[in-house]
């Protein structure tokens, strides 16, 4: 066991389970502008999942750039991804676009990134659109591996670009994801819909680029929650090294979130350890704003219902910790960091999946809001899990 503050434990394990169809199209786009902060505001509940908007007016960008960029069409070795059996989806490059035009805020930039489009289409969902920021390391600096980043809520905005930064600079490929709409959206469940941004890290790992690399996601809140269910049930743990997995996740067990704190008040309050968020001021269930996520996923309203007549057996089935789960990543650390500010429900519903994984792990509370990223101790805990954790374990 590998304590850190004020808990942390590591353990060993095994892996399995299959991944959904998909169908993954994608297309590039130019340059980027300079790094800094998103959206600085903070949420004391779930009701805002997503701390990471971009937001303000577009900026310049330098679209001759997109001709250095790290290239998302097919390999030299001719290799489609249209084409390729052992992937859930694939592959067709669309074109280039220029990057002030996804990017509103010039601040929320990493130095000399290029953009990348792409349309996921997972069986039985409709298609979703993708877009990737991509940040290089600069000329001559041998590439450490390939680190994407998850915004949160349903994921429409782009992850804060400082860490990215930090993390180019260090001598990594950096990737911020962006979809079209949220990207829990079903039918069929969310465990269906995290089939999304497993297709995305699946293709990802097929490209010659990142052979021989290590492949590593972080995300907050809801983007903490797609890289969790892409581990439990999409089979992420074949080609991820690491998880950095923050604020989160908050759908831990959808079924607890939706009957709240009545249900499981008790056990919701041990999971935050003292010092952190303080009893009476923690929350153990969705508010309205997160319901509604939620239930986008289904057909009907399960977790607006739960409390009277919902279905909650369909829920914790379909939740991150689930009966039909996986929770053995023999080739994936696990490191959970949570805030000791946050007192929103994704700090113990997240803190169940931390709980459930029985393969390496660490668990990790700063000083920090429930937008981990957002403070400086958490910037620096998620760069630090990072560094350390992102080597090739496959």
Request: charged share 20%; aromatic share 6%.
């Amino acid at each position: 066991m590998t304590a850190r503050s004020p808990t942390a434990s590591r353990a060993v394990a095994v892996l399995g389970l299959g991944l959904g169809l998909a169908t993954l199209l994608l297309a590039g786009c130019s340059d980027d502008a300079s790094t800094g902060d998103a959206d600085a505001s903070s949420s004391a509940n779930m009701d805002v999942l997503d701390i990471a908007a971009d937001s303000g007016v577009s900026g310049e960008a330098d679209v001759s750039a997109a001709a250095d960029a790290i290239r998302l069409e097919p390999d030299a070795d001719g290799q489609e991804a249209q084409d390729v059996a052992e992937e859930p989806g694939t592959f067709t490059n669309l074109g280039a676009c220029d990057v002030a035009d996804v990017l509103a805020n010039p601040s929320n930039a990493v130095a000399d990134a290029t953009c990348h489009r792409a349309e996921v289409i997972c069986e039985g969902l409709d298609p979703i659109e993708l877009t990737m920021l991509v940040g290089r390391p600069p000329e001559g600096t041998p590439v450490r591996g390939v680190v994407t980043f998850s915004s949160g809520t349903g994921g429409t905005t782009f992850y804060n670009a400082a860490i990215a930064q930090a993390l180019v600079d260090e001598g990594f490929i950096t990737i911020r994801r962006r979809w079209s709409y949220d990207w829990v959206t079903g039918p069929g469940g969310m465990r269906r819909s995290s089939c999304r941004f497993t297709t995305m890290m699946s293709w990802l790992r097929s490209r010659d680029w990142t052979e021989g690399k290590p492949l590593c996601a972080t995300g907050n809140s809801g983007g903490a929650t797609e890289i969790s269910y892409g581990l439990s049930a999409q089979s992420l743990g074949a080609v991820l090294d690491l998880a950095v997995v923050t604020g989160g996740p908050p759908m831990g067990r959808v079924d607890l979130g939706c009957l709240g704190g009545a249900a499981w008040e008790s056990q919701c309050h041990n999971l935050v350890p003292s010092g952190a968020c303080p009893v009476e001021d923690l929350r153990c269930g969705y508010g309205p704003a997160a319901m509604s996520l939620i239930d986008s996923a289904y057909e009907g309203t399960p977790c607006a219902d739960a409390a009277t007549s919902g279905d909650t057996e369909t829920l914790e089935q379909d939740s991150v910790v689930s009966p039909l789960g996986l929770y053995d990543y023999p080739q994936t650390l696990v490191h959970v960091i949570q805030g000791n500010q946050d007192c929103s429900e994704a700090a113990p519903l997240g803190m169940l999946y931390a709980e459930a994984v029985t393969s390496e792990k660490v668990v990790e509370w700063v000083e920090a809001p429930h937008g981990v990223f957002q403070s400086s101790a958490g910037k620096q805990a998620i760069r630090d899990a990072i560094l350390e954790g992102c080597v090739s374990r496959h």
